[in-house]
């Protein structure tokens, strides 16, 4: 079974900082596409950036450029996500997610995490 479990959700000031990270198992993270999205209240969700496997491409969408990245550590079988100059919009719910399409039009997965809450507020 595949099971991804986000954490480091939290709150933060604008302007400040988190890093989020996921843990996989059932799935190695270095054989598959990656991702992370989120859901604001009311809205739907939507993607943040996602990275090819083997070494292929990473992509974000425009909001995410410049504040947001994408990394893994394939030891760890783990997937993060550095936020940085957070902003009060940035309130939402965020997911990985696991196995699917990444290019910088499409983001479209098959397995997902429960999700890690992170508001921006002062």
């Known amino acids: 079974q595949v099971q991804l479990v986000e954490s480091g959700g939290g709150l933060v000031q604008p302007g400040g900082s988190l890093r989020l990270s996921c843990a996989a198992s059932g799935v190695t993270l270095d054989y598959n596409t990656v991702g992370w999205f989120r859901q604001a209240p009311g809205k739907e969700r939507e993607g943040i950036s996602c990275?090819?496997?083997?070494?292929?491409?990473?992509y974000y969408k425009d909001f995410a450029k410049g504040r947001f990245t994408i990394s893994q550590d394939i030891r760890q079988n783990t997937v993060s996500l550095q936020l940085d100059n957070l902003k009060p919009e940035d309130t939402a719910v965020y997911f990985c997610?696991?196995?699917?399409?990444?290019?910088?039009?499409?983001?479209?997965?098959?397995?997902w995490g429960q999700g890690t809450q992170v508001a921006v507020s002062a």
């Open positions: 990275s090819l496997y083997r070494g292929g491409g990473t």
């Open positions: 997610a696991v196995g699917g399409v990444c290019n910088d039009q499409i983001m479209s997965f098959d397995y």
